[in-house]
Antibody, heavy 116, light 111 residues
C-alpha cells in the first residue's frame, strides 16, 4: 500500500529550527516528485517545496533561503529543514507525491506551531 | 505567482448540481492539462477527486467531473449529497520552478 507518514512537528520559538520527516512506503521517494505543502490555521493550501527525481529543488518565495528539502533514499524518507522560523510558518505540513498528475498521494500532516 | 481564483463559497440543495470554477493564467491552467481538484473535510488531509483536468481516481464517485476551457478549469458535482459538504481546492502545474499553484479554496454548503 502506498503511504506517507509525517512526523517531527511541534512547538518552536520564533527564530528556531525544526526538521519534519515523511516516511514513505509502497514506492520510492527517489523515483517520484516529492513536495511539502502547508496549511495555516483556517487558511488554504500553499505549496512550499519540491524535490525532483534528478535531485533539483525549488521553493516558494515565502520560505526561500530558510527551508531546505532533502531525501534519504536508503531510508525512503523525505525531510524539510526549517530555519529562522516565524509565526507565519505556523501550519499543518503535508508531504505529497506527484502533485501534478494522477499519482498524487498525501500524508496525514504534522503540525508546526511557532510561538513564544 | 498568485493563487488560482476560486469562488469563496457555493451552495446547493441535495440532488442538485453545482460547478466550482478555477481561473488561472497562460502560465498554468491555460498551458498545462495538469489540473487537479481536492476535497478537504475539517481536520482531514486533502483527498484527490479529479486529476489531469478530468480523470477520476478509483473509488471517487462518478458524480464528480472536471473540465477546462482556456485558462479556467471547472469541477461539477451532480446529485449533491450531504457528505459532499467540504472545502474544495484546485491545483495546477505551473512549470518546473513554480511546480504547482493552488486555488484559494471554495466552501461547499449543502443546504
Amino acid at each position: 500500500e502506498v503511504q506517507l507518514v509525517e512526523s517531527g512537528g511541534g512547538l518552536i520559538q520564533p527564530g528556531g529550527s525544526l526538521r519534519v520527516s515523511c516516511a514513505a512506503s509502497g514506492f520510492s521517494v527517489s523515483s517520484n516528485y516529492m513536495s511539502w505543502v502547508r496549511q495555516a490555521p483556517g487558511k488554504g493550501l500553499e505549496w512550499v517545496s519540491v524535490i525532483y527525481t534528478g535531485g533539483g529543488t525549488y521553493y516558494a518565495d515565502s520560505v526561500k533561503g530558510r527551508f531546505t528539502i532533502s531525501r534519504d533514499n536508503s531510508k525512503n524518507t523525505l525531510y524539510l529543514q526549517m530555519n529562522s522560523l516565524r509565526a507565519e510558518d505556523t501550519a499543518v505540513y503535508y508531504c505529497a507525491r506527484d502533485l501534478e498528475d494522477s499519482g498524487a498521494v498525501w500524508g496525514q500532516g504534522t503540525t508546526v506551531t511557532v510561538s513564544s | 505567482q498568485s493563487a488560482l481564483t476560486q469562488p469563496a463559497s457555493v451552495s446547493g440543495s441535495p440532488g442538485q448540481s453545482i460547478t466550482i470554477s478555477c481561473t488561472g493564467t497562460s502560465s498554468d491552467v491555460g498551458t498545462y492539462n495538469l489540473v487537479s481538484w481536492y476535497q478537504q473535510h475539517p481536520g482531514k488531509a486533502p483527498k484527490l477527486m479529479i486529476s489531469e483536468v478530468s480523470k477520476r481516481p478509483s473509488g471517487v464517485s462518478n458524480r464528480f467531473s472536471g473540465s477546462k476551457s482556456d485558462s479556467t478549469a471547472s469541477l461539477t458535482i451532480s446529485g449533491l449529497q450531504a457528505e459532499d459538504e467540504a472545502d474544495y481546492y484546485c491545483c495546477s502545474y505551473a512549470g518546473s520552478s513554480t511546480y504547482v499553484i493552488f486555488g484559494g479554496g471554495t466552501k461547499l454548503t449543502v443546504l
